[in-house]
């Protein structure tokens, strides 16, 4: 795994930390400022702007019912400047399958989108490991 | 809007074309050669490489309760050699929100990314149409 894969994981890690902490502030750092940025909540319409998207974030993690997050799974696809990382998140109940879009400025990943779509229940595949050494 | 905006929309729409004439061959057409591709398809799991999207691309298209499906508000985005767009999809009965992401190879936006997620009832946004002038 290259240097840049293994930031934008990281990025994405800081992602969901701040999902799971409801930490508003973190999640307001994540967010580019210098790109336009873009949100779809499962369930809900596109949201674009910066405002829009960090206000739809403040009112999901203000909220007591916010559900535990966790994040696995978590794919790097680095091209360029630009990547995005596909994962899925479980919560109690549901799982969804996300993709996390990140610029890289002035040397951070920052975030510019996020689409979660829940999985059917059933539709869930196994994990995919790498195959180790034949012994 | 710019050329390069220009040109992805309509990458985009010929990928909405493809879907609705359910041309199995101009959706693989579309589709990256040289940039690994993914794909969430609503209520599916990640599905990850070339063969296993085309291969759901082939089912999705060769099925006689195929949807028709029209794209609307397509936006598009473009990060350098990277863009994508973010638009609504309207199916008989079903709204979903849809995130393609392309790369450019040698002049040409290529799809890498497809994501859609149903919009529940009653969640859908009017449209934003741009100001006109104040007469």
Request: glycine share 6%.
């Given at each position: 795994?290259?240097?840049?894969e ?47 998207v ?13 559900p ?19 994962c899925?998140?479980?919560?109690p ?15 951070t990943w ?6 979660a ?19």
């Amino acid at each position: 795994m290259s240097r840049l894969e293994i930031d934008v994981l990281e990025a994405n890690a800081a992602f969901y930390r701040a999902f799971a902490d409801h930490d508003a502030k973190a999640m307001e750092a994540l967010w580019s400022e210098a790109a336009p940025v873009a949100c779809v909540h499962p369930g809900w319409d596109v949201i674009e702007g910066r405002d829009e998207v960090l206000r739809s974030w403040r009112a999901i993690l203000a909220s007591p019912s916010a559900p535990a997050i966790r994040c696995r799974q978590a794919a790097a696809r680095v091209l360029g400047d630009v990547a995005y990382v596909l994962c899925r998140e479980d919560l109690p109940g549901a799982h969804l399958a996300a993709t996390n879009v990140f610029v890289r400025e002035r040397g951070t990943w920052r975030m510019v989108h996020h689409q979660a779509t829940p999985i059917a229940p059933g539709q869930e595949q196994p994990a995919r490991r790498p195959a180790g050494p034949v012994n």
